[in-house]
C-alpha cells in the first residue's frame, strides 16, 4: 500500500487512492462540486485539499457540516491527518469545532487561533452577521452534504458571502447525492458559485477496485387482514371528503390516484378560491386538511403498523374532542366510521404488522453469524424508532435510537451532545444495534456497519442513497428493504431506483462545467458584479438592530446584513427587531398573524411591544392575512383596528422578507439620522396622570416603558422611586444592577 506524501498529511496515514489525488488536484483549481459514492473518501478529498491550500496561501480552512455530530466526525478526521498550525503560537491547537453553545466572544477568541474552524452553518452565519469576525481570510471552505444549498438554507448566505469577501476565494462542494434532476443541481452549483463538477461512481475504473460489496435485497411482506379492513375504511372517508370537493365544482384526482402532487394541485385549486373571496374555498380548505390527515394515516397502516397506525388514530381522536382542536380533527372525532374504527382499534392486542418480528430475525441472523457486527435500522417516524428500541430489549437485544433535536408531543429529542455520544458508545460496540430516523442517514461513519435494514422505502433518492451508504464503507455490507405488498412501500422503491438512475445520467451530462469557464482572473467569482463589493461593504458601518436570535433563520437578516446594517443578536423578551430605545417590532407573515390569531394569543404577544416600548410597530409580512384561513374579512378588519387604536401600534405591510428587510433598513437610517436633532423626550399632549408618571421614569437612562412600569408598580410614586436604595433597586425584577446604580446615581447627583 503507498500512502499519500504532503507537507501537512502525517507520513503513512491516508492511503494514496488515484481518483482521489485527480479529484483533488482538478479541486484547487476552481470552485467545484464533487459527487462520490459515500464510503469512497470525500473526507479525505477535502483533506488533500486543504493541505494544499494552507501550505500554499495560508489562511483558514472552513469546513461546513449540517449536523453537529458530522462535524465532530470530521473535527475527529483532521485532527488524525492533517499537520496544521495555528496562527497564534505552536504550543496551540489549530482546530476548532464551533457550536452555538460557546458565548459569542469566546467563538472570536476561537476563530483567531485556529487555522482550520468545523461548524454547523448556522452558528457561522450568525456570528458573521453580527460581524464578529469575517470571512476575508478563509482560503478554502468546504461545503459537506451541499445538496442542502438551496432556498434559505445557511449555505447558500454563506457561499455568496463568502465569494464577495475572502481575498483569496476556493470552494469545495461535496455530497454523494445531489439530486436527479438536472435543475437542481443546477440550482446549488449556482447557489454555491461551482463552476467545475468532478463526480465518481463505482463502476468507473479507478473506483472499482475500492468498492467493496453491498449485497441489496427486499423482502415483501403481506398486508394483515385487519390493517386491510382499517385502510378500507381509511379509503372511504376520502373517497366521501374527495366527492364533497367534487360538488362545489374542484377538479379531484381519484382515490387510487391521490399523490402528494395531485394534493398539491388541489390545494392550489382551493387557494385561488380562497383569494378570489369564494366561501367554498374556506371551507374546502378545511377538507384538505382532514384529506392530509386521512392519507397519513393510511400511510402509517401500509408501511408502519398497528401500533403507530392506532396511535395516530387515537390522537387525532383526542384532538378533535379535546380544546382548540383543528375543525378538520373535530369532524374526523364526531365522524360515526371514523369512531368505529378507533373503537376497533383498541380490540387490537399486539401487534399486526409483521414488520417488527421479521427485522427482529435478521438482526438476530446477523448477530449470531457475526457478533461483532453493527447493525442499523432507518425508520421515517419517531413512533417507528421507539417501538423498535422496545421491541428489541423485549427480546433480548440493547438498541437505542438516534433521533434530531426537538420534542415533539411526548416523545423527547436528543440533543446534539447526547447524539454524538450515542455514536461514539455504538462505534465503541456498547450496543450493538443502532435505530434512526433521517437525521441519521447524512454522512455518520461507522466503519464497522454491515447491516442497515430500510424498515420502509423511501421516495426520495438522496435519503435512499444515504441509507445505503452507511454499509459497505471498509468491508462487505448487506442492505435489507422491507416492502409491504401493493402499499405505497412499493412505489416509493421504485420511485428512488428510477431516481437513482436518472441522477448518475445528469451526473454525467453535467460533468465537465456546467457553465462557461469566466474570464481569466475571475474562475472563483460567480456573483453578479453589483454582488461582489470589497470586504469593508460588509463590515457593519451601516444603521444599528437588534434582532432576537431566533428570527436568524429568516431571509430578513441576510438581507440586513447584506445592507450593511450593524446587527447585534441577543434574545429578545418581546419582539423580533429592536431599533434605538424607541422602536420595537414584531413580525408576522400574513399565514402567521391568521394562525395566531386562531389558534395562539396574538393580542397578549402584541400587548408586551406596546408596553415594552413608545413606538411599537406590527410587520405583517406577505399579503392579507384574511387570504390565509377561513376567517372573515371584517373580523380581520377589527382586530386590525383593536391593535392600531386600542394598542396604539403602527401597522405596516410588507410584500415579502427582502421588502421586509429594507423596511427595517429605511426605519433604522431614519431612527438614527434623527437621533440627535429630535426632542430627548418627545412631547404627547392629553395625558393621563398615570401615564405622566410612566413618562417621566421611562427617560431615566436604559428604562423604557416597560421597566418605568414595573417600578411604578413596585414603589408607588415618582418620588419613591428617586428617593430609593440602590438595594431596594436591584430586588425589583427585570432592573440588573447597572440600571439600578444609574437611577440611583442620577436621582443624587447635583446638576452642573
Not at 155 to 161: E, G, M, N, S
Not at 372 to 394: E, G, H, M, N, Y
Amino acid at each position: 500500500m503507498t500512502f499519500i506524501s504532503h507537507p501537512l498529511v502525517k507520513p503513512e496515514s491516508i492511503e494514496s487512492r488515484e481518483y482521489q489525488l485527480s479529484v483533488a488536484m482538478k479541486a484547487l483549481d476552481a470552485n467545484t462540486m464533487v459527487i462520490l459514492p459515500t464510503g469512497l473518501g470525500k473526507t479525505a478529498v477535502a483533506l488533500l485539499v486543504a493541505a494544499s491550500r494552507l501550505y500554499n496561501e495560508g489562511g483558514r480552512v472552513l469546513m461546513l457540516a449540517p449536523t453537529k455530530p458530522l462535524v465532530e466526525q470530521h473535527l475527529r478526521f483532521f485532527e488524525k491527518y492533517l499537520l496544521a498550525k495555528s496562527p497564534a503560537g505552536p504550543d496551540i491547537s489549530p482546530f476548532v469545532m464551533f457550536t452555538g453553545e460557546a458565548p459569542p466572544e469566546e467563538r472570536t477568541a476561537d476563530w483567531n487561533r485556529a487555522s482550520v474552524i468545523l461548524a454547523t452553518p448556522q452558528v457561522i452565519k450568525n456570528d458573521v452577521i453580527a460581524g464578529r469576525y469575517t470571512l476575508a481570510d478563509v482560503t478554502l471552505l468546504i461545503v459537506d452534504e451541499c445538496h442542502r444549498a438551496v432556498g434559505n438554507y445557511a449555505y447558500v448566505f454563506l457561499a455568496q458571502r463568502y465569494l464577495a469577501t475572502a481575498k483569496k476565494p476556493l470552494l469545495l462542494a461535496m455530497t454523494a447525492s445531489p439530486g436527479g434532476q438536472q435543475e437542481k443541481i443546477a440550482e446549488v452549483c449556482t447557489n454555491l458559485g461551482v463552476v467545475h463538477i468532478e463526480t465518481r461512481t463505482e463502476s468507473d475504473p479507478d473506483v472499482a477496485p475500492y468498492v467493496h460489496e453491498r449485497e441489496i435485497e427486499v423482502v415483501t411482506i403481506e398486508l394483515p387482514g385487519e390493517l386491510k379492513a382499517g385502510i378500507g375504511t381509511i379509503n372511504a372517508l376520502i373517497e366521501d371528503r374527495l366527492s364533497l370537493l367534487a360538488s362545489v365544482h374542484f377538479t379531484v384526482p381519484k382515490r387510487d390516484r391521490l399523490t402528494m402532487k395531485a394534493l398539491s394541485a388541489l390545494n392550489a385549486q382551493i387557494q385561488q378560491r380562497i383569494q378570489n373571496r369564494d366561501p367554498a374555498g374556506y371551507s374546502a380548505a378545511s377538507v384538505y386538511a382532514e384529506l392530509m390527515k386521512l392519507k397519513h394515516a393510511v400511510t402509517l397502516a401500509e408501511s408502519q403498523g398497528s401500533e403507530v397506525f392506532r396511535g395516530y388514530i387515537a390522537k387525532l381522536i383526542a384532538e378533535g374532542r379535546g380544546p382548540g382542536g383543528s375543525k378538520a380533527s373535530q369532524r374526523l372525532a364526531q365522524d360515526g366510521s371514523f369512531q368505529q374504527l378507533f373503537d376497533r382499534t383498541l380490540t387490537w392486542k399486539e401487534e399486526l404488522h409483521t414488520k417488527p418480528a421479521i427485522a427482529l430475525g435478521l438482526v438476530r441472523d446477523q448477530l449470531e453469524a457475526h457478533p461483532d457486527s453493527r447493525i442499523i435500522i432507518f425508520a421515517t417516524f419517531r413512533d417507528t424508532v421507539q417501538l423498535l428500541v422496545d421491541f428489541l430489549a423485549k427480546n433480548g437485544i440493547a438498541a437505542e435510537r438516534f433521533v434530531g433535536q426537538a420534542t415533539k408531543d411526548s416523545e423527547r429529542g436528543l440533543s446534539q451532545k447526547k447524539q454524538i455520544e450515542a455514536l461514539s458508545r455504538f462505534r465503541k460496540g456498547e450496543f450493538r444495534v443502532l435505530i434512526a430516523t433521517s437525521v441519521g442517514e447524512e454522512g455518520l461513519d461507522v466503519p464497522s456497519t454491515d447491516l442497515v435494514i430500510f424498515y420502509e422505502a423511501v421516495p426520495s433518492e438522496i435519503r435512499s442513497i444515504q441509507r445505503k451508504g452507511r454499509t459497505g464503507r471498509s468491508g462487505a455490507g448487506r442492505v435489507v428493504v422491507l416492502v409491504t405488498k401493493g402499499t405505497s412501500d412499493e412505489v416509493f422503491r421504485h420511485v428512488s431506483s428510477q431516481k437513482e438512475k436518472m441522477m448518475v445520467k445528469s451526473m454525467r451530462s453535467m460533468s465537465p462545467p456546467t457553465a462557461p469557464a469566466p474570464p481569466p482572473g475571475q474562475e472563483q467569482y460567480l456573483l453578479p458584479a453589483e454582488v461582489q463589493a470589497g470586504i469593508e461593504a460588509f463590515t457593519p458601518q451601516g444603521p444599528a438592530i437588534v434582532v432576537d436570535d431566533r428570527e436568524t433563520s429568516s431571509k430578513v437578516v441576510e438581507v440586513l446584513s447584506s445592507l450593511g446594517a450593524a446587527i447585534r443578536l441577543e434574545r429578545l423578551p418581546s419582539g423580533d427587531y429592536a431599533i434605538g430605545d424607541r422602536i420595537l417590532i414584531e413580525r408576522k407573515t400574513a399565514q402567521d398573524f391568521a394562525d395566531t390569531l386562531i389558534n395562539r394569543d396574538l393580542l397578549g404577544q402584541l400587548k408586551s411591544i406596546a408596553e415594552a416600548a413608545p413606538r411599537p410597530v406590527l410587520i405583517i409580512e406577505g399579503g392579507d392575512p384574511a387570504q390565509r384561513r377561513d376567517i372573515h374579512p371584517n373580523a380581520i378588519r377589527g382586530v386590525l383596528a383593536a391593535i392600531t387604536v386600542d394598542m396604539g401600534i403602527a401597522i405596516l405591510f410588507t410584500k415579502d422578507e427582502q421588502d421586509t428587510a429594507h423596511m427595517l433598513f429605511v426605519l433604522a437610517k431614519r431612527e438614527d439620522a434623527e437621533r440627535g436633532e429630535r426632542k430627548v423626550h418627545p412631547h404627547k399632549s392629553q395625558r393621563s396622570l398615570r401615564e405622566e408618571q410612566e413618562y417621566v421614569i421611562s427617560a431615566f437612562p436604559d428604562i423604557g416603558l416597560r421597566n418605568a412600569r414595573l417600578l411604578l408598580a413596585h414603589f408607588g410614586s415618582v418620588q419613591a422611586i428617586a428617593n430609593a436604595e440602590l438595594p431596594d433597586l436591584t430586588a425589583v425584577k427585570g432592573i440588573g444592577e447597572k440600571t439600578a446604580q444609574r437611577i440611583f446615581d442620577l436621582s443624587r447627583r447635583r446638576y452642573s
